[in-house]
């Protein structure tokens, strides 16, 4: 709520603005990441998957050595993705969105984005779990395609994917 004179009213942010993360970010960053995985974790039966016992050091370094935006509303970081270059190809990892603000495009528009920061690499790679359809419907939608899979233990296969570069540019 905001005052404005006598008059209260409620102020309402739908419009999501991407920018650079800082390495002041880092903590928000790590408490949304834990948030937006828990699904994954009680999904896969696994309370010990990467992005829940990442460090908040670990979250620094990243932002501080790699390519990290987040998506806000108004003061309220509603999601974050991470890109790094190896060799031409950019490695995409820990697209999140905030539980209560997904299915409102904010994923996409946060790759879209990451895809532009990037512009000296040919290629994206990112990878999810087999049994994360919501995520696999959402990479395929946005170009990529499924390079290979990877069976990590008896409850998880990791789906590979990868979207060229030349099919950012037709688009």
């Known amino acids: 709520m905001e005052s404005v004179g006598d008059v209260v009213v409620d102020v309402v942010v739908d419009v999501v603005g ?57 003061p309220r970081i509603v999601g974050s993705v991470r890109g790094r270059l190896s060799g031409s190809t950019c490695l ?35 990878f999810t779990g087999h049994l994360s359809g919501g995520n696999l419907r959402l990479y395929r939608r946005l170009g990529y395609r499924e390079t290979s899979r990877e069976r990590l233990q008896d409850h998880l296969t990791l789906v590979h994917l990868r979207r060229d570069a030349d099919r950012l540019r037709a688009c």
């Open 18 to 74: 991407i920018e650079r993360a800082l390495p002041g970010d880092a903590g928000e960053i790590l408490t949304l990441q834990r948030a937006a995985y828990v699904t994954e974790a009680q999904l896969y039966g696994d309370p010990f998957i990467g992005p829940l016992v990442e460090s908040l050091d670990q979250v620094r370094d990243v932002v501080e050595t790699g390519v990290v935006l987040k998506a806000m509303a108004g």
């Open 92 to 126: 995409v990892g820990r697209l999140v969105v905030a539980p209560d603000r997904q299915g409102q495009g904010i994923g996409g528009a946060l790759l879209a984005a990451l895809h532009e920061a990037v512009p000296e690499a040919t290629a994206f790679d990112l």
